[in-house]
């Protein structure tokens, strides 16, 4: 059994600051590609940023220059650092891992239950 947890979400001032953190346990071999996803009523889920266990990134273009994914690889953990939140941040924020549970596994994706961002004066 794998889980994700996300913590970190709230209320936040347009121009303030957020960080989300999400840590993977339970039976798991490796962990590829950790990344966090965002999603608002009736729109589709859309990537915000990823990282691969190397370290390299990857970022929505709106969130470029902003926002800034890191991962500590000893505690299985992703975080999102988020700065000049915009009202267009609020979303629901998925945290997403592409892991395996056993060396001759195959990786599939693991989801969190969400957290929700509201960007709000």
């Known amino acids: 059994q794998v889980q994700l947890v996300e913590s970190g979400g709230g209320l936040v001032q347009p121009g303030g600051s957020l960080r989300l953190s999400c840590a993977a346990s339970?039976?798991?071999?490796?962990?590829?590609?950790m990344g966090w996803y965002r999603q608002t009523p009736g729109k589709q889920r859309e990537l915000v940023a990823t990282?691969?266990?190397?370290?390299?990134?990857n970022y929505a273009d709106s969130v470029k220059g902003r926002f800034n994914i890191s991962r500590d690889n000893a505690k299985n953990t992703v975080y999102l650092q988020m700065n000049s939140l915009k009202p267009e941040d609020t979303a629901v924020y998925y945290c997403?891992?592409?892991?395996?549970?056993?060396?001759?596994?195959?990786?599939?994706?693991?989801w969190g239950q969400g957290t929700q961002v509201t960007v709000s004066s």
């Open positions: 997403n891992a592409d892991l395996k549970i056993r060396f001759y596994a195959p990786s599939r994706d693991y």
């Open positions: 339970g039976r798991i071999f490796s962990i590829n590609v």
């Open positions: 990282i691969t266990s190397g370290g390299t990134t």
